[in-house]
């Protein structure tokens, strides 16, 4: 689906059309669920929450400003829903059956403050690259997806994928990432 058939299908969808919100969920519902998937690692999880995604966007239709990238846009929204379904997760498994860490138990957590300016400088560079190459970093490094599966999800020849991430990297790594 291209950008322009996306902004319109989320106009219609913003105004009570399903049919619409139908069109965007046959187009996406294998991307989202594979990018869940690759971080919530478990196929019935992935599973409530690509539909809970499709529920959001359906809710959330009217916040969607036109005019960027849509894969990009929906692969932040499926990202972050599986990263906060994580969260909950880790505070309801129970004092007894979590794992006791490794090594020296007085040893120093990480600053937050540190990991907080490290995820904002990681999205500024991601900012920095072509929304092909970003969405193919997400999938790659976030979602944990082969690029032969990545090729089948956004459609692309395989050696496209291998060559826009080795582009999306050198770029990155110019802006100071190391990956």
Same mark, same amino acid.
């Given at each position: 689906?291209?950008?322009?058939?996306?902004?319109?299908?989320?106009?219609?969808?913003?105004?009570?059309?399903?049919?619409?919100?139908?069109?965007?969920?046959?187009?996406?519902?294998?991307?989202?669920?594979?990018?869940?998937?690759?971080?919530?690692?478990?196929?019935?999880?992935?599973?409530?929450?690509?539909?809970?995604?499709?529920?959001?966007?359906?809710?959330?239709?009217?916040?969607?400003?036109? *005019?960027?990238?849509?894969?990009?846009?929906?692969?932040?929204?499926?990202?972050?829903?599986?990263? !906060?379904?994580?969260?909950?997760?880790?505070?309801?498994?129970?004092? !007894?059956?979590?794992?006791?860490?490794? *090594?020296?138990?007085?040893?120093?957590?990480? !600053?937050?403050?540190?990991?907080?300016?490290? *995820?904002?400088?990681?999205?500024?560079?991601?900012?920095?690259?072509?929304?092909?190459?970003?969405?193919?970093?997400?999938?790659?490094?976030?979602?944990?997806?082969?690029?032969?599966?990545?090729?089948?999800?956004?459609?692309?020849?395989? *050696?496209?994928?291998?060559?826009?991430?080795?582009?999306?990297?050198?770029?990155?790594?110019?802006?100071?990432?190391?990956?």
């Amino acid at each position: 689906m291209e950008n322009v058939e996306f902004d319109l299908c989320m106009q219609q969808v913003s105004c009570g059309d399903k049919d619409a919100l139908h069109r965007i969920y046959d187009a996406y519902v294998d991307y989202i669920f594979h990018l869940v998937l690759g971080i919530v690692k478990n196929y019935e999880d992935a599973e409530d929450i690509t539909s809970d995604f499709f529920i959001r966007l359906w809710k959330q239709a009217d916040m969607y400003r036109p *005019g960027g990238g849509h894969r990009y846009y929906l692969s932040v929204i499926a990202h972050n829903m599986a990263v !906060d379904y994580l969260r909950v997760r880790r505070r309801e498994i129970p004092v !007894d059956y979590q794992e006791e860490p490794e *090594g020296d138990v007085h040893m120093a957590a990480e !600053d937050p403050y540190e990991e907080v300016i490290a *995820g904002i400088s990681v999205e500024q560079l991601l900012d920095r690259l072509k929304p092909s190459e970003r969405e193919i970093v997400h999938l790659k490094i976030i979602g944990e997806q082969t690029f032969d599966k990545i090729a089948s999800i956004l459609n692309i020849p395989l *050696g496209t994928v291998s060559w826009k991430y080795r582009q999306a990297i050198q770029k990155l790594r110019r802006y100071g990432y190391e990956a």
